[in-house]
């Protein structure tokens, strides 16, 4: 069974950092892209970033480019996403997902980890 | 960026009753579609990828349709825990969502 298990989240000053991780289980971790996807408290969905399989190449919206970093660890089939000089707009449920390149989808989810800026 | 349009926001079905929910592209993209399901609470969950391949376990009743810019998901027959947000999304380009349509029952 496919698992995706987040976890750092929490309340945080605006431009503090935060680093969220996501451990997956049930699948070989080393043969997908990954991707985290964010939403607003009562709002729609939003890509936050995506890293290749290998972690050769990551892509960012322009919104958190320079700020967010996402990296993985295929030894220990964990995801990361570094988050720094957060801003108000960031305070979200950040998920992570499994990303199909065939036809573009998230067929996995995780559980979603909120993440509060607000001093 | 890719925009994507989706109708209606919001719509009642009763139980049994055929649903259609819309999702429109600013530009084509080539049937990289796909629709998700979020329960209050949730995480969304795959149901129809590639436009129209049904996410193994999805029931049957879930179809998706279209081509080029214009997209659908009908629910065959509307049952109580069908109730929820569904979204559309592409990934042509970089990856976006519709705002999304809120299905309850009637």
């Known amino acids: 069974e496919v698992q995706l298990v987040e976890s750092g989240g929490g309340l945080v000053q605006p431009g503090r950092s935060l680093k969220l991780s996501c451990v997956a289980s049930g699948f070989t971790f080393n043969n997908y892209w990954m991707t985290w996807i964010r939403q607003a408290p009562g709002k729609g969905l939003e890509w936050v970033a995506s890293i290749t399989n290998t972690g050769g190449s990551t892509y960012y919206p322009d919104s958190v480019k320079g700020r967010f970093t996402i990296s993985r660890d295929n030894a220990k089939s964990t995801l990361y996403l570094q988050m720094n000089s957060l801003r108000s707009e960031d305070t979200a449920t950040y998920y992570c997902t499994r990303f199909r390149v065939s036809y573009y989808y998230f067929d996995y989810w995780g559980q979603g980890v909120m993440v509060t800026v607000s001093s | 960026d890719i925009q994507m349009t989706q109708s209606p926001a919001s719509l009642s079905a009763s139980l049994g009753e055929t649903v259609t929910i819309q999702c429109r592209a600013s530009?084509?993209?080539?049937?990289?579609l796909a629709w998700y399901q979020q329960k209050p609470g949730k995480s969304p969950q795959l149901l129809i990828y590639g436009a129209s391949s049904l996410q193994d376990g999805v029931p049957s009743r879930f179809s998706g349709s279209g081509s080029g810019t214009q997209y659908s998901l009908k629910i065959s027959s509307m049952q109580t825990e069908d109730e929820g947000v569904y979204f559309c999304q592409q990934g042509l380009k970089y990856p976006t969502f519709g705002s999304g349509t809120k299905l309850e029952i009637k």
């Open positions: 530009e084509d993209i080539y049937s990289g």
